[in-house]
């Protein structure tokens, strides 16, 4: 099986996210967190999880 040659950029980019959704709970954590937050660090998640899975995807081409 071959080493896909994104997963260092993969691991980073795993704990850039993790690091940013802690960040996120501990400042925005309320019972509406869709209300208080916005849409903004759900697109910014989303962006970052799907710049994985391209990578992901990529590197096994």
Request: aromatic share 18%; net charge positive; hydrophobic share 65%.
């Amino acid at each position: 099986m071959n080493r896909n040659k994104y997963m260092p950029l993969i691991a980073f980019l795993g704990i850039i996210l993790l690091l940013y959704i802690v960040v996120s709970a501990f400042r925005y954590i309320r019972i509406f967190i869709v209300f208080s937050s916005g849409l903004g660090p759900f697109l910014i998640v989303f962006g970052i999880i799907l710049l994985i899975v391209v990578l992901f995807i990529k590197g096994f081409k």
